[in-house]
């Protein structure tokens, strides 16, 4: 059988509380040791929660690189009073966009324009795919 004594010293805090042999720097650099872990440990929590709970419950329009897209589309039409027609974007930025339409259920319209690139409809500006710039390109906003 085992004893009160073993099961006390067994765990990890219970090596904490055997200080017969040890002295009280080491056993305070331990305390320090194990409460940062535990902080470090809580910080992870908190944000796996925060983490969880934006992608419930958070904004849309801020999803990946959907709110690059819509801060030019915002500038444009405060600059010139009318959405922009077409906005040339990235491989990356279609992708996002493509998924806010699933994430959001909303139909997605994706057509083949000239020079056989892709375009799909977001809001009131057709997204251009231009696969060649970097990933996360993207372009000004303009009209035909």
């Not at 440990?41 to 929660?49: G, H, N, S």
């Not at 994706?110 to 060649?132: K, N």
């Amino acid at each position: 059988m085992i004893s009160r004594r073993e099961v006390v010293t067994a765990g990890v805090l219970g090596t904490l509380a055997t200080t017969g042999t040890a002295n009280a720097a080491e056993v305070q650099q331990d305390v320090q040791t194990l409460k940062e872990g535990f902080k470090a440990l809580e910080d992870e929590i908190k944000a796996l929660r925060s983490a969880i709970a934006e992608g419930f419950h958070g904004s849309s329009m801020s999803y990946g690189n959907v709110g690059a897209v819509k801060d030019k589309i915002e500038r444009y039409a405060k600059t010139s009073g009318k959405f922009p027609d077409y906005c040339e974007v990235g491989l990356s930025v279609y992708h996002d966009i493509y998924d806010w339409h699933v994430r959001n259920q909303q139909q997605i319209q994706i057509v083949r324009i000239s020079e056989q690139r892709l375009a799909i409809q977001f809001m009131f500006t057709q997204l251009i795919l231009r696969w060649e710039n970097d990933n996360n390109f993207v372009g000004t906003p303009y009209d035909r």
